[in-house]
């Protein structure tokens, strides 16, 4: 089973940058839809960046489109989010995702298609 390992939260102010990363381990993460959700209290987890790790097809919600750039290294099975001009509505838990990829398109950004999660890290952006 994928095990997801989280790392890069913390606290910012608006305007600012953080960068995240996902490491996974007892699997090649070459053919993945790897990405991030984030969750805030009494929410449904809302899919914020993911990408197809075989062919690099991306998707982002709207919300964040512009701003934060998911990116992947597959020798290291990691995936990173970059996070510029954070905004307050920002802050969240954000959790790393997996799911075996269906081909090379775009990943579906629904959290109930994924059974792989890390344990979150959270990011926090003040005013």
């Known amino acids: 089973q994928v095990r997801l390992v989280e790392s890069g939260g913390g606290s910012v102010q608006a305007g600012g940058s953080l960068r995240l990363s996902c490491a996974a381990s007892?699997?090649?993460?070459?053919?993945?839809?790897m990405g991030w959700f984030r969750q805030t209290p009494g929410n449904e987890r809302e899919g914020v960046a993911i990408?197809?790790?075989?062919?690099?097809?991306?998707v982002y919600a709207d919300s964040v489109e512009g701003r934060l750039t998911i990116s992947q290294d597959n020798a290291k099975n990691t995936v990173y989010l970059q996070m510029d001009s954070l905004k307050p509505e920002d802050t969240a838990m954000y959790y790393c995702?997996?799911?075996?990829?269906?081909?090379?398109?775009?990943?579906?950004?629904?959290?109930?298609?994924?059974?792989?999660w890390g344990q979150g890290t959270q990011v926090t952006v003040s005013s």
């Open positions: 007892r699997i090649t993460a070459s053919n993945a839809c």
């Open positions: 990408i197809n790790t075989r062919g690099g097809s991306t």
């Open positions: 995702a997996f799911r075996w990829s269906l081909g090379s398109g775009q990943c579906v950004a629904d959290h109930r298609r994924y059974g792989g």
